[in-house]
């Protein structure tokens, strides 16, 4: 499918992710501890170690898509550089994640509010300019998997910033405006998972509503981390 879930239906989104945002609260943190928010989370930083191994054989075994590949049209806002492998993305799975990434595709296969999961990468130099997420309705986890310790990475969000640890995941609030630099010497890898944000019964309602018409989407990224092998075949 042609186009991006980015920027369609801008009307729509902008009436949905004001009933979010207002479900959510005009106080709500921009970095918030997993426990309070995504206590599943535990499970995958207790499988830490396996979930890296199998991150740093993907890497090394092949080319990771940049973003313009998933979404051109987002890409051309956000980043043509940030590379991307999606495992889950709106209910479907890659398959090739059943054999690269199994520790992460069998913890979003397992938990119902989990969207998204994919692995990012910010190569040295790379950069995400202040933007904010175009869909209010999920908090994104971030888990460390490769930090840089010379000159770390970090992500800014609104005024509060956050610089990654490896193993330790943090659940960032991505509807407000943000922006990662990467200015050190090594990429940055982070295991990203989308998930529903907590909110009131009728906000929770729409809001599973909207991400399943969102799946039509879902090929479009998924065929995309399958790139480098199709073409390789």
């Not at 490769?146 to 992500?155: A, L, Q, S, T, W």
């Not at 295991?191 to 509503?209: E, H, T, W």
């Amino acid at each position: 499918m042609k186009g991006s879930p980015s920027v369609n239906q801008p009307r729509i989104r902008a009436v949905t992710n004001w009933i979010f945002l207002r479900a959510a609260g005009p106080d709500r943190p921009r970095v918030i501890l997993p426990e309070k928010v995504f206590p599943a989370a535990r499970e995958l930083e207790e499988r830490f170690p396996a979930l890296r191994a199998e991150i740093d054989a993907l890497l090394e075994k092949r080319t990771i898509p940049a973003y313009g590949a998933f979404d051109p049209v987002r890409a051309a806002q956000v980043s043509e550089e940030w590379k991307l492998y999606y495992a889950y993305m709106y209910g479907q799975s890659n398959e090739l994640a059943r054999d690269e990434v199994p520790t992460l595709l069998a913890f979003a296969q397992s938990r119902p509010e989990v969207v998204n999961a994919f692995v990012s990468i910010l190569d040295p130099g790379v950069e995400l300019p202040p933007h904010k997420d175009p869909y209010a309705g999920v908090l994104r986890y971030h888990l460390g998997v490769r930090v840089p310790r010379v000159n770390p990475p970090h992500i800014r969000l609104d005024q509060d910033r956050h610089t990654w640890k490896e193993g330790e995941g943090r659940v960032l609030d991505v509807s407000v405006e943000h922006e990662v630099v990467n200015t050190s010497e090594e990429p940055r890898v982070v295991v990203i998972i989308d998930f529903r944000r907590p909110m009131g019964f009728f906000a929770s309602a729409l809001n599973r509503y909207m991400l399943r018409l969102k799946r039509k989407w879902a090929p479009q990224f998924v065929e995309a981390s399958r790139y480098d092998v199709m073409h390789a075949a």
